[in-house]
């Protein structure tokens, strides 16, 4: 068990649909990722916050937003649903320190969440 | 962040030491190795990393060449709940918090009893 949390499981949907994945961090991490994994593009960076604030992004569709509340916990949202989007979408977490310290970056992945849009 | 090239697929037997090669000969003085697995569609797990010097933990050893363009991971007696693809990923730990994970294909590693 990583200590990262991310509800739901399972997820299906249908085209055209929006949906919200939720991701909890381990305690005390500042830091929230998320990717993509799916059969034909492997995993993928999607987005990061950190503290609340966006700090990176990756190949994150204009469909897709982010968001990471005061308590640190993050939300995932997916708009306007293909077929292409169905994937395992894990959360990430780490303590991501500003002095970039050994021991501080790596990253804690969850369970994910395995959406189906059909 | 440096690209790194694994073989696709090794098999291992069980009990025996599992040597995972990866090459990144792109790789520049401020980025480290890092290693994770993942076993099959579950999250990937962290494993190791390195700088320069070769490092152990509970899980494995990474072994690290003087040239930095190369390095094995060690599973010292690989068991068949070892069975998992191995991803080895090179990437700065610069101040900051951009910290991605650039994730290739892996290598998959079985275990067979």
């Known amino acids: 068990d990583s200590g990262v949390t991310q509800t739901p499981k399972h997820l299906i949907t249908a085209t055209g649909q929006r949906v919200t994945l939720r991701c909890s961090p381990r305690?005390?991490?500042?830091?929230v990722y998320w990717y993509q994994q799916s059969l034909d593009q492997g995993l993928q960076f999607l987005i990061q916050y950190y503290n609340g604030e966006e700090r990176a992004k990756g190949n994150i569709l204009e469909r897709f937003s982010a968001q990471q509340f005061p308590d640190l916990h993050s939300e995932l949202n997916l708009s306007s649903l293909e077929l292409g989007d169905s994937a395992l979408y894990f959360c990430a977490s780490s303590v991501a320190d500003s002095g970039g310290a050994i021991g501080a970056n790596e990253q804690f992945f969850g369970p994910g969440t395995r959406l189906t849009v059909l | 962040d440096a690209k790194t090239t694994q073989p696709p697929s090794m098999d291992c037997a069980e009990g025996r030491a599992a040597n995972l090669p990866c090459n990144h000969s792109t790789i520049s003085g401020n980025e480290y190795v890092y290693w994770y697995r993942q076993i099959h569609s579950q999250g990937p797990q962290y494993i190791i990393h390195?700088?320069?010097n070769n490092e152990t933990n509970e899980m494995a050893s990474l072994i690290i060449t003087e040239d930095r363009k190369s390095s094995t991971l060690i599973l010292p007696h690989a068991t068949l709940r070892d069975t998992a693809v191995y991803y080895c990923i090179v990437r700065r730990n610069s101040g900051g918090s951009n910290y991605k994970l650039t994730f290739g294909k892996g290598t998959l590693l079985t275990v067979n009893p």
């Open positions: 390195g700088l320069k």
């Open positions: 305690s005390g991490d500042l830091s």
